[in-house]
């Protein structure tokens, strides 16, 4: 049976499960040491949640092609959308594992609602209360937070992040959130224009040109970025702001929304559901539609987990709505 | 779930890659100048443009994966979800992300002063 994904505001159970299972694999260690995957630091025995942390990272650091320093293996580029999808796919993996329910969905935010809000209630959102994620960072204390499943107060700590040099490090200390109140969350409008443009991505496949992925990553238009994905990760901040964005749980809900985005994308999508196709140059590896995406978890000569592979997952997860309105 | 990626998501299947994974080489910290180049094809013509870019706050150096794009705007990876029009915003901004890496001056100021918009 395929996990069904619900909108976390709508579904107490799901909000509930999440978070338990989030905690779950935080508190699980793998006997993955930080050293022994050069991570410097104290040692720490990594969590599985943590593993996840290392992942993203890891795929920002692999340019494609290493020639250039602009798109990486899972941003900036084509891959963006099934890459990231294949993350969330292990992710739910791993909780239905540790929550003993295999049919456990995801849940997503549906950020859009919120940002129809005026910018001063935004963060009055159910999202950001105790019973779910908590609420904002204390600007007198570092900005971590202090309410909520994952406040500095409980057992969640960031085992692993990324310094201003790009650098990944082991900490321990609490998570950060410094919400953007003067930016705001991105309105349906933005999603509307997303959805009406029918090219999935277009040459030269960076971060410029404008099509459906890039509109969706949040690139352009370029004056008035950040859009869409990228706006919701500088307007929760703190730790979604680096490359070790996974570390705050948030990371999920937003990019479950985008993954739901893609999918209803893909639904009405009348021409190629995905590009560049395979006869694209070599520079575009790791992006093109039968090439193996970049993962920790997979051995590096198993080409079975490409983007052509992500644009049907109707046996593996389905979505309560895909109306975006 | 089908079968293929029940088997792939498996802890007894992904822990030993995990443990036999090599950090990419970008993951690894880079001194000196950043260097970055644009290229592009206009009438037939190979246009290549080198940039370099020695940043320092305080004295010291800011030295991790820069990029700037045919745009001409700024793309630094530690803060992956923006761009800037300028070097100088995108230092204001990592000056505002990294509490732990800029702390305050002596007067009490920057560390976690101010938005970066």
New interface residues.
Partial sequence: MAAVRANILADAAARQGYIDGVLALKAEATGVMSNSLGIPGPPRDLATYDLFVVWHHWAMSVMTPPSQGDRNAAHRGPVFLPWHRFMLIFLEAQLQRVLGNPDFGLPYWSWSDDGELPLPEQPESPLWTEDCMGGDGDPARGFFVTDGPFADSSAFQVNVTADSNGVLRTVSRPLRRRFDLLLGLPPKTELQVALADGEYDEDPWTAEPVSFRNLLEGWVPAETQPHLHNRVHVWVGGDMLPASSPNDPVFYLNHCNVDRVWSAWLEDATGPRYLPDQSASDDLFRHRIDDPMFSIFTSADDDRWTPRRMLDVSATYGYDSLAIT | ??D???E??E?SA??P???A???????H??HGPIE??REAVYEGHRIRVRTVYAIEVDGRP??????A???G?V?Y???????FASAVDLVKA?I???????EPDVDGHGG?GG???
Avoid: K, W
């Fill in positions: 779930m089908d293929e990626l029940r792939i998501t802890p992904y822990l890659r995990v443990q994974g090599e950090p990419p080489a970008g993951t910290p880079h970055t180049v800011v030295s991790g994966h820069l990029a794009a045919n745009d705007r793309h990876h530690p803060v992956p979800n923006l761009s990592l505002d992300a990294f509490p732990d890496d800029f976690h938005s970066h918009h």
